[in-house]
């Protein structure tokens, strides 16, 4: 059983920036992938960024220019750095671990509020 938990969020204005950590509960064997992912109120849950176990990334064209994926190895931690935010990137940010050992599973965070006001 893994445990993601979300950290970083918080109140900015409009071009601030902040950086979203997830730290996972011990090493994640097998082939996976980490995912950010969004949640705004009365919007679909959005995919930011992804970052597989080979380390090939992918971010979402809506915050392409503006945001990156990173993982640190080392402490099981994947970050997400927000750069430029904009009142539209208010959400909740959520971690998620896409994992393959044989099955599939999946883990979540509870997320961290991000508020960008203008």
């Known amino acids: 059983q893994v445990q993601l938990v979300e950290s970083g969020g918080g109140l900015v204005q409009a071009g601030e920036s902040l950086r979203l950590s997830c730290a996972a509960s011990g090493s994640i064997p097998g082939i996976y992938t980490m995912n950010w992912y969004r949640q705004a109120p009365g919007k679909q849950r959005e995919l930011v960024a992804s970052?597989?176990?080979?380390?090939?990334?992918r971010i979402a064209d809506s915050v392409k220019d503006r945001f990156t994926i990173s993982r640190d190895i080392a402490k099981n931690a994947v970050s997400l750095q927000m750069n430029n935010l904009k009142p539209d990137d208010t959400a909740v940010y959520l971690c998620?671990?896409?994992?393959?050992?044989?099955?599939?599973?999946?883990?979540w965070g509870r997320g961290t509020q991000v508020n960008v006001s203008s």
């Open positions: 970052i597989t176990s080979g380390g090939s990334t």
């Open positions: 998620n671990l896409d994992q393959w050992i044989g099955v599939r599973t999946v883990y």
